[in-house]
């Protein structure tokens, strides 16, 4: 991860961070203007894009890209075992909620997000998190190493509510992967948002950030309750 995420600062009194997480092959420039568009509305709101790490990917015959960890097939995504890259990212990625911590916004005014392998990572961290952060969101992502993690899921990441966007014509992260994730995490006992974009390929469209900014709007709020 670079040692400076990007950064989209707050319109107004910053009480609320979304930390979003790219996907593969991209960096945190790609979803900017997202959080440009959405800082718009949310004015309180900090947007935190981190990089990823260039190394060699598997699926794209062993090229250096920016990843979060090593993907050797989306045809058995339940069962990707890059743990020790997984740890890794989780770390970095730890460590940049530790940073907000430290600045003084509360645990449940921290959203963490991702797109594909981005969501992925959102939701190894979070399950996995003794924090309980003030939402996670998944946009056309998947729950890498489904048992594990589920098996290692705290207590208190039952209570963040979790927003789940999938197109059902991604050709990447298949839609079935998306809508089988949030079946696992609903049967564990997790508040699922599960929204469907009819048409829609592996990327993101008006609605679902509109439903997004719905999300963001109720669960950390402008106007915070003492």
Not at 106 to 132: C, D, H, K, W, Y
């Amino acid at each position: 991860m670079s040692v400076t995420p990007l950064i989209v600062k707050a319109r107004g009194l910053h009480t609320a961070s979304v930390i979003f997480i790219h996907g593969l092959g991209d960096s945190g420039y790609g979803w900017k203007d997202m959080a440009a568009d959405l800082s718009s509305k949310l004015p309180h709101v900090k947007f935190i894009l981190p990089h990823a790490p260039e190394q060699p990917v598997t699926i794209n015959n062993g090229f250096r890209m920016p990843s979060w960890y090593d993907i050797k097939s989306l045809s058995k995504i339940a069962n990707d075992d890059d743990e020790v890259g997984m740890n890794a990212s989780m770390m970095k990625i730890n460590q940049v909620i530790r940073s907000e911590l430290d600045a003084g916004i509360p645990a449940n005014r921290i959203v963490l997000g991702g797109f594909s392998q981005g969501g992925a990572m959102t939701l190894f961290t979070g399950l996995q998190s003794e924090l309980q952060l003030g939402g996670l969101v998944v946009l056309s992502g998947y729950l890498p190493m489904r048992e594990r993690v589920l098996a290692r899921a705290t207590d208190c990441s039952k209570k963040i509510p979790i927003f789940q966007g999938h197109g059902t014509a991604d050709e990447v992260v298949m839609y079935q992967y998306g809508k089988m994730t949030s079946d696992a995490l609903t049967n564990s006992g997790y508040n699922v948002e599960f929204n469907s974009y009819d048409y829609m390929g592996h990327s993101a469209c008006s609605q679902e950030l509109d439903d997004l900014k719905d999300f963001l709007q109720k669960n950390i709020p402008e106007n915070v309750v003492a």
